[in-house]
């Protein structure tokens, strides 16, 4: 009895400290879980994973695409947000617009404001996002949160967009006079084409990488170029009152010289008058003509009365 009483002893002894261990265990995997957390993406969004954190190092996992459903991030796991699809930089100086018009000084030394907006697509291939990520996006803090830019998105913009913008204008204006692009069609489509494709080059060298794609880009395949709508150039107030001016006299330059051909057409007329009619009879075609002097027909034989009209008497 005493050695059964013994072996049940021990036996109750394994059996809680087994239950001990069973809970202390599930105890554990509760704290696990409870450090862990789920990220999904909207259709418009591409996260970056990091895994590891405070007792780990600190390594890029995955991207995790668009219209993901929940996925299980480990405890001290980071997901990073970024834009998928197309964005812009609108320097139109509006209310939401990251930028005012930018300057640029022309050829002849007049300086312009030019207003317009950049379209373009983040470039999204993983590889590429996440080098810009860790290049530029966590020194400006530019990733999204609650599925809105952040205004180190907007600080970032301003550099690698707004700056090689800026210098792109200004480079291209250099090339033209201030009237032709103002006032020059022709002139405005070369000057476009120009800023378009200085525009492109800066912004690469700006970045050190084609972070920056066209507004067709999908994630993958050709990477593209931004899009560029930009307003003509707009001189001072001042400027464009004097070309007014001066058109509004060009137009009453040609309008006199208009009527002067016609003063001239008058004379050589009169002049072939006198030769056939000599100056009385040139001076009376001319009253007839202006219905000075009536001519009525008398039969032969007639007595000839002249009545001079109301206006010669």
């Excluded at 591409?46 to 390594?59: D, P, Q, R, S």
């Excluded at 030019?114 to 983040?122: N, R, S």
């Excluded at 810009?132 to 809105?148: D, S, T, V, W």
């Excluded at 476009?192 to 993958?220: D, P």
Aim: aromatic content about 8%.
């Amino acid at each position: 009895m005493r050695d059964r009483t013994r072996g049940g002893s021990g036996g109750r002894r394994l059996l809680l400290k087994g239950s001990l261990l069973a809970v202390g265990a599930l105890v554990v995997f509760g704290v696990v879980l409870s450090g862990c957390s789920r990220v999904s993406t909207q259709p418009d969004e591409i996260v970056l994973h990091y895994a590891g954190g405070t007792f780990e190092a600190i390594k890029f996992e995955r991207c995790i695409p668009p219209s993901s459903g929940a996925t299980l991030l480990g405890p001290g796991d980071t997901a990073y947000s970024y834009p998928f699809g197309q964005r812009t930089f609108d320097f139109s100086g509006a209310e939401d617009a990251e930028s005012q018009p930018l300057s640029v000084v022309s050829k002849d030394n007049v300086e312009m404001k030019v207003a317009g907006v950049a379209t373009f697509t983040l470039n999204t291939d993983c590889t590429t996002l996440q080098r810009f990520h860790e290049k530029i996006g966590l020194k400006f803090r530019a990733y999204f949160e609650e599925g809105e830019s952040s205004d180190g998105w907007r600080r970032m913009l301003g550099i690698y967009m707004r700056v090689p913008l800026d210098r792109a204008l200004d480079a291209a204006s250099q090339e033209f006079e201030w009237r032709g692009l103002f006032n020059d069609p022709k002139v405005k489509q070369q000057w476009e084409a120009r800023v378009g494709q200085l525009a492109r080059e800066f912004i690469k060298e700006a970045a050190g990488a084609g972070y920056f794609c066209g507004q067709n880009y999908a994630g993958t395949g050709e990477c593209g170029d931004i899009s560029l709508t930009i307003q003509k150039p707009e001189p001072p107030d001042n400027l464009v009152a004097a070309l007014s001016a001066e058109q509004a006299a060009k137009a009453e330059n040609a309008a006199q010289a208009q009527r002067n051909a016609k003063v001239r057409t008058e004379i050589e007329s009169i002049k072939d008058l006198v030769k056939v009619l000599g100056p009385d009879g040139a001076v009376l075609w001319q009253a007839i003509q202006k219905g000075q002097v009536t001519v009525v027909p008398v039969p032969q034989g007639s007595d000839l009365n002249l009545t001079p009209s109301a206006g010669n008497r």
